[in-house]
């Protein structure tokens, strides 16, 4: 299926899915449009490849000390933004000059969310999982910030970002144990 131009569909919600054929790989979609892709180029790594029509990034996280990810078109290597990670929000800088906020929606809530440095919520991001693992995403867009120019790089960029830190989570699992599976409807087990 070929992918539909960002701006010619509602862009008031999206939904991201994962790809069947693909280790590591989404597909957003609009309706039934697929707008957007957002795939790694290797089973491990951070290196991953984003795409709309008209428009293809590289997403790279770096740094230890201090987190970021980068993001450069494909085809010039040209540096269009960065998002950097701090302890209870993250910053989301464009080469343009203009930055965003991308933080946890709440201390028990799995979503995200980008506001505008006025507090403005511009995306709600919502992961889905089935059991441990990330199978799919619903993105809400702010009525206000359907039109913003940078709209297609902030959905795909944090979601890039949830999806590197879900996968880190999973990789963690054989480390603390799987919860072992309870029939449906029995009692929990008194400890």
Known sequence: MSLVP??????STFRWLRTPEEL?????RAGESLVGQLRWA???GSLARAEIVGAAWTFKR?????PHVTVRRTDTGEHLARLTVHLNYHRVELASGRSYRFHRAGVLVPAWKVT???????????PVREDRRLSAGAVIV???AVDLPELALLVLLSWYFIVLAWFEDEALVPL?????PTAPGAPAKAT
């Open 62 to 66: 770096g740094g230890f000390l201090n």
């Open 116 to 126: 505008a440095d006025d507090g403005k919520e511009l995306l709600h991001i919502e």
């Open 176 to 180: 603390e144990g799987r919860d072992p």
């Open 24 to 28: 590591i790989g989404f597909e957003l």
């Open 142 to 144: 702010a009525p206000h």
């Open 6 to 11: 960002f701006a010619a569909v509602d862009r």
């Open 42 to 44: 290797q089973p491990t």
